[in-house]
């Protein structure tokens, strides 16, 4: 695990909307494309990968979301000890999905920030720096979508009304944060 400060240092609180970054998670990138890597993944983990565009699934210990035909971040629910990046699941994945040339698997737990928003402002926020349109997607739980927000690359979950899950690249996220700090003052 990577020894990093918290793009968001305290919760941040406005009118409608709070913001908090969610650590540590653990996240992982899994890619393959056949039937039998479909298989091994919902063996291995007890949970099948959305196959329809933009949605997700669930369960009691993960959730998986949609990025592309042969692409799906897998993270972890609850937050886990920060003193290792050593994960049952990652060395589960591995042993049933790479070494048997099914698929990659890939930890990008310290490259992407989880930052979880709540309130009834969450997409007003979002419509003042992305081109997205978000009017559907706000209103069906468990969609995702990859959009640009304030030119910076982003994932967002719609977990539920009112409580998104944002993943943005370490490298954006002081940036990406101070814009939605400063635009929130202003909702």
Same mark, same amino acid.
């Given at each position: 695990?990577?020894?990093?400060?918290?793009?968001?240092?305290?919760?941040?609180?406005?009118?409608?909307?709070?913001?908090?970054?969610?650590?540590?998670?653990?996240?992982?990138?899994?890619?393959?494309?056949?039937?039998?890597?479909?298989?091994?993944?919902?063996?291995?983990?007890?949970?099948?990968?959305?196959?329809?565009?933009?949605?997700?699934?669930?369960?009691?210990?993960?959730?998986?979301?949609?990025?592309?035909?042969?692409?799906?971040?897998?993270?972890?629910?609850?937050?886990?000890?920060?003193?290792?990046?050593?994960?049952?699941?990652?060395?589960?994945? !591995?042993? *049933?999905?790479? /070494?048997?040339?099914? @698929?990659? %698997? $890939?930890?990008?737990?310290?490259?992407?920030?989880? +930052?979880?928003?709540?309130?009834?402002?969450?997409?007003?926020?979002?419509?003042?720096?992305?081109?997205? !349109?978000? *009017?559907?997607? /706000?209103?069906?739980? @468990?969609? %995702? $979508?990859?959009?640009?927000?304030?030119?910076?690359? +982003?994932?967002?979950?719609?977990?539920?009304?009112?409580?998104?899950?944002?993943?943005?690249?370490?490298?954006?996220?002081?940036?990406?944060?101070?814009?939605?700090?400063?635009?929130?003052?202003?909702?």
């Amino acid at each position: 695990m990577l020894n990093y400060s918290n793009v968001i240092e305290n919760d941040k609180s406005y009118p409608g909307l709070q913001m908090r970054e969610i650590k540590p998670v653990m996240k992982l990138i899994i890619r393959g494309k056949k039937r039998q890597f479909l298989s091994a993944v919902g063996k291995s983990l007890n949970l099948l990968l959305p196959n329809e565009a933009n949605t997700s699934s669930r369960s009691d210990q993960l959730t998986a979301l949609w990025l592309s035909p042969d692409e799906w971040m897998i993270f972890s629910n609850e937050i886990l000890k920060s003193d290792h990046n050593n994960y049952d699941v990652e060395k589960l994945l !591995n042993k *049933n999905i790479c /070494k048997t040339n099914l @698929g990659a %698997v $890939t930890d990008v737990t310290d490259q992407f920030v989880l +930052i979880n928003l709540k309130g009834d402002k969450i997409f007003d926020l979002f419509e003042t720096g992305s081109p997205f !349109n978000f *009017n559907d997607f /706000k209103s069906k739980k @468990g969609l %995702v $979508t990859q959009t640009i927000l304030t030119k910076i690359d +982003i994932i967002v979950h719609n977990q539920d009304i009112n409580d998104v899950n944002l993943f943005v690249r370490r490298s954006f996220s002081d940036h990406l944060f101070s814009w939605m700090n400063d635009s929130a003052s202003r909702l």
